[in-house]
Structures are given as C-alpha cells and as structure tokens.
C-alpha cells in the first residue's frame, strides 16, 4: 500500500524556472494538501482541495498554483521560481477536510 | 501571537523517562488537536489526536487537552532512543479553515 507518493524527491531550479510537483494517494481520501517546511516556522499550508473539484489557498500561496486532476491526484506548480521558495514540500491527503493528515516522503527544493 | 506555540527545545531525557511535550493555542474555539512525530529528513506521521477535555492514552503515549487553559500535551512514557524525534503540534481552530502546526519540540533520549 503506497499512501501519498510524492515526485521528485529532490530538485534544483535557477531562479525564473518552473516546475511541477506531483502527488498521489491510493487511499481514496477526499481531501488532499500541500504544505512548505521551513526551519524555524513549522509547517504552512500553501493550498488545499477539501474535495474533488475544488482548490483553496491556504495560509501562503503566493507565487503557487495547483491542480486537483482527480481524486486521487493534486499537484503544485511553481511558475516561476524564486529563492524565497527553497523548501521541503509535502503532500498530504485525509479522508475527509482536516481530519488526520498522511504525508507523502517530501520534495526537497533548492531554487539558485 | 501564533496560532500555535512549542517550546523548541531540544528536550533531552534520560532512557526509560518519561518525556513531557507541551503546545499551547491561541483560539479558544478549537475543535481538534493533534501530536505528530517527525524524523530528521522524513515526513511527519500521526501519534494521536484528542478531541475533548482531559487524558487519552495509547500504549506508552498520553496526549492531555485542558481547553481552558488552552494547551495540549503529550506525555511519554519508558522513553526509547527510538523516540529521538521532533514532536508537531496540530491544531484545527473553531474559526479556521486549516490546521495550524506548531514548529516542533525537538526531543533526544539518552541511553
């Protein structure tokens, strides 16, 4: 049983670049998220798609896009990176919004 | 104020301890409350949630909510070497929309 899977684990950008990070869960959970860790600020919860067919902004979108393609996937793009954006990022799914949340492995981000 | 507070230590206790994680919230409407383990480099996972007043425990991990002074804990108890880990604090506020995670109490069991 996979969980929430995460690509890519690792990844450098120069400034300007985008990308897109993938995530999916084989849980059939409703709710799906992508939070940034940063030292010394804790988790923060950049967007969330409470169901299938809806996304919100959470507490710091700014300079981030996402996409709920269907229940089982939600991804995050960046458009255009900044270094203000080198991070761990982590997906993570619950059955239903803002119930226990399962974390994906994480993307290590590094914007130059 | 943040919406949630940890002390971020490190918290260093001896093997066979038992080990107190203390969080404290600033909405007094909140409905939900979590404890999350996180290992260096790994993702978190989840320990235990407590939905109302007073102690839940699960084997060796006692979670502790008093919602009028507005704190959780996490009591644990025989403490492993295997419990050397940053310790996340969750809260879902009554007013709120997501969950609000504190920066984490980073813990070491000494053998």
């Known amino acids: 049983n996979a969980g929430v899977t995460q690509t890519p684990k690792f990844q450098v950008l120069k400034t300007g670049q985008s990308m897109t990070l993938q995530c999916a869960q084989d849980m059939n959970h409703n709710s799906m998220y992508w939070y940034r860790q940063d030292p010394g600020m804790g988790l923060r919860l950049i967007y969330y798609s409470a169901s299938e067919g809806t996304t919100d902004k959470g507490e710091v979108p700014n300079g981030y896009n996402v996409s709920r393609l269907n229940k089982r996937e939600f991804s995050l793009r960046l458009e255009s990176a900044a270094p203000s954006q080198t991070s761990v990022y982590f997906c993570?799914?619950?059955?239903?919004?803002?119930?226990?949340?399962?974390f994906g492995s994480g993307t290590q981000l590094s914007v130059l | 104020q943040k919406e949630v507070e940890q002390n971020s230590g490190p918290l260093s206790v001896p093997e066979g301890a038992i080990a107190s994680l203390n969080c404290t919230y600033s909405?007094?409407?909140?409905?939900?409350f979590f404890w999350y383990r996180q290992y260096s480099g790994k993702s978190p996972e989840l320990i235990m949630s407590?939905?109302?007043?007073g102690d839940k425990e699960d084997g060796r991990f006692t979670a502790q909510l008093n919602k009028a002074s507005q704190y959780v804990s996490l009591l644990i108890r025989d403490s492993q070497p295997s419990d050397s880990a940053t310790y996340l604090c969750?809260?879902?506020?009554?007013?709120?929309?997501?969950?609000?995670f504190g920066t984490g109490t980073s813990l070491t069991v000494i053998p």
């Open positions: 969750a809260v879902n506020p009554y007013s709120g929309n997501q969950f609000y």
């Open positions: 993570a799914s619950s059955v239903s919004y803002n119930e226990k949340l399962f």
């Open positions: 909405d007094r409407g909140s409905q939900s």
């Open positions: 407590i939905y109302s007043n």
